[in-house]
């Protein structure tokens, strides 16, 4: 069965590094998301991105937050410049269509020092 | 914003027995969906059941189950002959409004007592 997959499983990176995570979307699909969890907390949506654009973000997506789909597979995101309060679970999902069902990766843990 | 809630931040079962997990919602459309996905301790968020809200049956995978009342925005899980293996936090959740952005209650931590 087709799943998505995110690298690294885990990420420790020091308060203003930059880091970029990785994910392969199922293939057939159209419809990419980011999420992010805080430990304890609930899965939160950042942004999401089709047709080689973002269509919908949140306010946590601000100006460090960038995301890119570089060749047909991958779907990255990146942070420009990690904070503390960066710490979380990043999930990624992709739907093959827009009110259809979201699959969710294994997720990255991020950790700032 | 339109909200999920999950009133119940633990509940246990026994092996075998059955347990229902609450889930209410708020909404001013006709045409939506709901979910609830299953994060075992790996962190991974699975897809547990899906329910649109145009069809009246309640929809069904293999032991898990959900009771929609459309009118009262309720959709709980039922759990039914529970393992070891459903221990997991659930979360509930929707699209928001117009949305492809979903939207998660706080979640319910289950535990299955051997």
């Known amino acids: 069965e087709p799943e998505v997959t995110q690298t690294p499983s885990h990420q420790v990176t020091q308060m203003g590094q930059e880091v970029i995570l990785r994910c392969v979307p199922i293939?057939?699909?159209?419809?990419f998301y980011w999420y992010r969890q805080i430990l304890g907390q609930k899965v939160e949506f950042l942004v999401s991105f089709y047709n080689n654009e973002i269509s919908e973000k949140s306010e946590i997506f601000d100006d460090q937050f960038s995301v890119e789909r570089p060749d047909g597979s991958n779907f990255t995101l990146k942070i420009r410049s990690t904070k503390l309060e960066d710490s979380a679970m990043y999930f990624c999902?992709?739907?093959?269509?827009?009110?259809?069902?979201?699959?969710f990766g294994p997720g990255t843990r991020l950790t700032v020092l | 914003a339109q909200t999920v809630t999950q009133s119940q931040p633990e509940m246990s079962v026994q092996e075998a027995e059955t347990v229902t997990l609450s889930c209410t919602y708020d909404t001013s459309e006709s045409d939506y969906y709901l979910f609830w996905y299953k994060q075992p301790p790996s962190r991974q968020m699975i897809l547990v059941i899906r329910?649109?809200?145009?069809?009246?049956q309640n929809a069904t995978e293999n032991r898990f189950s959900v009771n929609f009342q459309k009118a009262a925005k309720s959709f709980s899980l039922k759990i039914s002959d529970s393992q070891l293996g459903d221990a997991a936090m659930y979360f509930c959740g929707r699209p928001q409004g117009g949305s492809e952005k979903l939207v998660f209650g706080k979640g319910t931590k289950l535990t299955v007592n051997p």
């Open positions: 999902a992709s739907s093959d269509a827009r009110a259809d069902t979201q699959y």
């Open positions: 293939s057939n699909h159209l419809y």
């Open positions: 329910q649109e809200a145009y069809k009246q």
